[in-house]
């Protein structure tokens, strides 16, 4: 059974579960004019850029936080590269953005509004990953916006392609740890960064990485040494 918050926003939409529709949707009767010369549809065809094939565009990719968040972000841009996505360093040149998010400190979170305020200024679509859609998933900064939830990396694709449709995803909802025989591509090509384990047993009051990341999970040893070099 899907999470509350992968719900359908307005059944019967025809999109997919756990995506949202604009609300800016408006359909238009048409209306024959006759007094309006007929216009050439050669020219018309030219006039507008031709769409891009899906799996095509070019992403841009940001992480805040620690190792956790980067291994996170090297999976999905290893996803996202198999399916066809260009990767880009330079944010102006990328046709959507994915924001990788920390809420543990304060100033990666403060960074983070700052990068989604230009995106939404810039009119990129967004999507945004990692703790804080995951442990402040009803964020005012998250309005409008694709979010993907920590446990949910594995399904990027799905909602970068929908995100570039016009759609509002939302995927929380908790399941099994991460797959860690996921393509990736790494950010340091002499450093693997390898996750034991996800969430945390304590229950500290002045920070989240429980909140966002749930209960101590940890790989198996099998599965450790079978992704280790050697």
């Not at 920390?102 to 100033?107: A, I």
Request: with cysteine; net charge positive.
């Amino acid at each position: 059974m899907e999470d509350i918050e992968d719900l359908l926003v307005g059944s019967g939409s025809g999109a997919p579960a756990g995506f949202r529709l604009p609300l800016n949707v408006v359909r238009v009767k048409p209306r024959k004019n006759k007094d309006r010369p007929k216009l050439n549809s050669d020219k018309i065809s030219q006039s507008r850029p031709a769409p891009k094939i899906p799996g095509t565009e070019t992403i841009y990719i940001k992480t805040f936080g620690c190792s956790h968040n980067q291994s996170d972000s090297e999976y999905m841009a290893g996803q996202l590269s198999s399916f066809g996505y260009a990767l880009s360093e330079n944010p102006e040149d990328a046709d959507i953005w994915l924001i990788n998010t920390c809420t543990v400190k304060s100033p990666s979170q403060s960074a983070m509004d700052t990068l989604i305020t230009k995106g939404k200024i810039a009119k990129k679509p967004l999507v945004v990953a990692g703790c804080v859609p995951q442990g402040s998933r009803n964020s005012k900064e998250l309005e409008g916006i694709s979010v993907v939830g920590v446990q949910q990396i594995d399904r990027v694709v799905e909602v970068v392609e929908e995100t570039l449709k016009g759609h509002e995803v939302r995927l929380l909802n908790r399941k099994t740890l991460p797959a860690l025989d996921l393509p990736k591509v790494r950010k340091n090509k002499f450093v693997e960064i390898l996750p034991v384990n996800v969430g945390c047993l304590g229950a500290c009051t002045y920070c989240k990485t429980k909140h966002a990341r749930g209960h101590l999970g940890s790989y198996t040893i099998q599965s450790l040494v079978s992704l280790s070099p050697g």
